[in-house]
């Protein structure tokens, strides 16, 4: 939620932070701004809307300049976009920039970041919340500070101001210490040239060293294309950056050395190459995803999983007596997915949670329980917050993590990076069939751990391995699921539909669509309806059931029997070769025949590309669906 970039080097700061700015776009977009230290002072715009409006007011003949900066008109005047760059850039080296998803004051351009002080001269990028920020307020009122904004971010601006004694890192230094909540904070005074800090507590932020440059950013996404050597912050950590230096010191004001981790993503991998949408390209990068996330961490003849981020804690995993799996959104759903496989196969007691309700209910809890955090990102807050509650209460924690260096992946003791590669679009596709087959890996080491036999462990490491063919398969019906969109894409509720390992897949459906379609669609476990739900199946309520062939498909036949007989028009989602089911549904998508507990990873696939071609022809803007941001760092 939230993205920060922040740039001191040798290069022109400006075109460095907006095409950071549109790389981390998807973490939030309701309003952005930038913030340049230049020779005579400091340009800063802001604007309302997506990165583009921002450009456009940077770009235009006329900009409205705000704050206490300087009047730049003068070079920004005429339509030649590069006068304005040139102008603004000439000795430009320094800088922060922002976008915003709001949670404290409405999107303006006053609440947009970067804020500053009184005076003008502190300028910050904040992500995360600050959660005294009212006593703060009222305090920094009272002694006679201006604000001009309703964020939370702005106390930060002003208490440095207060604190301020002609060194920033020194002012920084004993605010933190009166913050609380969360932050990931890039900042500059306007009076100490060529020095640019950043700080972490609670949201990530990474360091970016280049060739003669340091991006500072909220993730890996906005750097990559400059370097591929990072340095994660941790919590209280403080960074004093210089061009090419940089300092790091801990809560303590001690100074700390850091390990350069090396980013494994290339740059392409985080661009659109020829696509429509970042969703669209995640959902057919299905094939390779999977295939990476697998790759090399099994033995196929032996039936075995090898999960080398788990053998640190080989001792404690053996002694596991309850798994709890705690995530949000998409991330749970497969978690649920994995619930069915490793109570199926690994025999141990497993419970799905909400992340976010987690801390809430008083779990049992004890050594021999392991929590997984499931996340794409690793920067979830509630997820993170689940990690923390369970490692004090003495679980074994362990994540399946997208993010390589992420918050969760460092709060886990052990894990398994689920490599599905950077996913943009803010929808999760290609992370969901990663993260369900890092569970099945699991359950196959749980498995032969305990009960499964050599044969059951040898079946489901084949299958698995045959998947990225079968997704292709799958792909190849995009065109027949268009067809179909085309023709519901005017209804105005939905219902999907399945039973046990596809249930989840039925609320994955669901959720799809309404976040990126805007569409109301309700997910069910199938056997639901008749206590309720089906008192709204008419004709102008179709259903979307995921029905392969399976234990449950007879039940779910039944199932589809009722709704057809009142009316109920019905897309359905079943395995290759099943005819009796064109009998009861309207439209039948087919998938390859799989093990039961993999279809989750094929029947996925069709409900993302409906969802997909939905949304395209409701005309809505896939890939930043409104009201959302790709990593959920408030609580
Ligand atoms: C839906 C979606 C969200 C995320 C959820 C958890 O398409 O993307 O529901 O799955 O916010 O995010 P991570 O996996 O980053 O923890």
Known sequence: MCGIVGYIGKNQALPILLDGLKRLEYRGYDSSGVAVKTADGVFSVKAVGRIVELEKKINSPNPSLEGGQINLDSRLRGNDKGNLLKGVNAGANTGIAHTRWATHGAPTEANAHPQTDCQGKIWLAHNGIIENYQELKIRLIAKGHKFTSQTDTEVIAHLLEDLYDGDLSRALIKVLKILKGA??????????????????????????????????????????????????????????ISGQDFKIFDADNKQVNKNIDQIEWDSEAAEKGGWPHFMLKEIFEQPKSIANSIRGRYVAEAGRAKLGGLESAAERIRGIKKIIIASCGTARLAGLVGKYMIEEYAGIPCEVDYAHEFRYRKAILDGETALIAVSQS?????????????????????????????????????????????????????????????????????????????????????????????????????????????????????????????????????????????????????????????????????????????????????????????????????????????????????????LEMLTPILTAVPSQLFAYHMAMLNGRDVDKPRNLAKSVTVE
Do not use: W
């Open 183 to 240: 932050y990931g904070l890039a900042l500059f005074h306007s009076d100490e040239p060529n020095k640019l800090f950043a700080a972490k507590f609670g949201s990530p932020l990474v360091l970016g060293l280049a060739d003669g440059e340091i991006i500072v950013a909220s993730d890996v996404s906005a750097i990559i294309r400059y370097t591929k050597q990072v340095i994660y912050l941790k919590d209280g950590e403080i960074a004093e």
């Open 378 to 594: 690793g920067e979830t807050a509630d997820t993170l917050a689940a990690v923390r509650e369970a490692k004090e209460k003495g679980c074994l924690t362990l994540g399946i993590v997208n993010v390589v260096g992420s918050s969760i992946a460092r709060a886990t003791e052990a894990g398994v990076y689920s490599h599905s590669g950077p996913e943009i679009a803010v929808a999760s596709t290609k992370a969901f069939t990663s993260q369900v087959a890092i569970l099945c890996l699991l359950t196959v080491m749980f498995g032969r751990q305990r009960q499964m036999s050599l044969a059951t462990g040898q079946r489901i490491i084949s299958e698995l391995a045959s998947l990225p063919d079968k997704i292709k398969q799958v792909l190849a019906l995009n065109d027949e699921l268009k067809r179909i969109a085309e023709k519901y894409y005017q209804f105005k509720n939905f219902a999907f539909l399945g039973r046990k390992y596809n249930h989840p897949v039925a609320f994955e459906g669901a959720l799809k669509l309404k976040e990126i379609s805007y569409i109301h669609a309700e997910g069910f476990a199938a056997g639901e309806l008749k206590h309720g739900p089906i008192a709204m199946i008419d004709e102008n309520f179709p259903s979307f059931y995921i029905a392969p062939v399976d234990s449950v498909y007879e039940k779910n036949y039944s199932n589809m029997q009722e709704i057809k007989a009142r009316g109920g028009k019905i897309i359905a989602i079943t395995t290759a070769g099943d005819e009796k089911i064109k009998e009861v549904a309207d439209e039948v998508i087919y998938i390859p025949k799989t």
